[in-house]
């Protein structure tokens, strides 16, 4: 039980909400604000929308960000709107460049050290 942690009741001061959305949920909001707004959601934002509206009040502002963009669920997205996830034009080719991949151990210091070599 959460709600007795100092930093989760400090989250409440600023009415951040939580709830769940189910598959079928993410499927039917993803329609729905397509339909109605002309928009291609995400599965994560349609998850943050669909709880934003089980806690809507009236004269109360409710803001649910843009979390990830629709073509990372390629599949999700055509099984909801029955064509493909658009695809901005910086990540056209996106799949016909190399991938570069470092298999890690859950250390945080060798974590930091790569990223002090390798990155900064």
Same mark, same amino acid.
């Given at each position: 039980d959460l709600s007795k942690d100092v930093a989760f009741q400090r989250i409440q001061q600023f009415g951040f909400v939580s709830g769940r959305s189910t598959h079928q949920n993410r499927l039917? #909001?993803?329609r729905q604000i *397509? &339909? &109605?707004y002309g928009v291609m959601i995400d599965t994560? #934002?349609? *998850?943050g929308v669909q709880v934003a509206r089980h806690y809507l &009040?009236?004269?109360v502002p409710m803001l649910v960000l843009e979390t990830a963009l629709p073509i990372k669920f390629e599949e999700t997205i055509q099984e909801a709107l029955g064509r493909p996830a658009?695809?901005?034009s910086a990540f056209k080719d996106i799949k016909a460049?190399? &991938?570069?991949?470092m298999n890690m151990p859950a250390d945080t210091m060798q974590i930091k050290q790569f990223i002090e070599q390798h990155v900064i």
């Amino acid at each position: 039980d959460l709600s007795k942690d100092v930093a989760f009741q400090r989250i409440q001061q600023f009415g951040f909400v939580s709830g769940r959305s189910t598959h079928q949920n993410r499927l039917e #909001t993803i329609r729905q604000i *397509d &339909q &109605q707004y002309g928009v291609m959601i995400d599965t994560h #934002t349609a *998850d943050g929308v669909q709880v934003a509206r089980h806690y809507l &009040q009236k004269d109360v502002p409710m803001l649910v960000l843009e979390t990830a963009l629709p073509i990372k669920f390629e599949e999700t997205i055509q099984e909801a709107l029955g064509r493909p996830a658009e695809c901005p034009s910086a990540f056209k080719d996106i799949k016909a460049k190399p &991938q570069r991949v470092m298999n890690m151990p859950a250390d945080t210091m060798q974590i930091k050290q790569f990223i002090e070599q390798h990155v900064i």
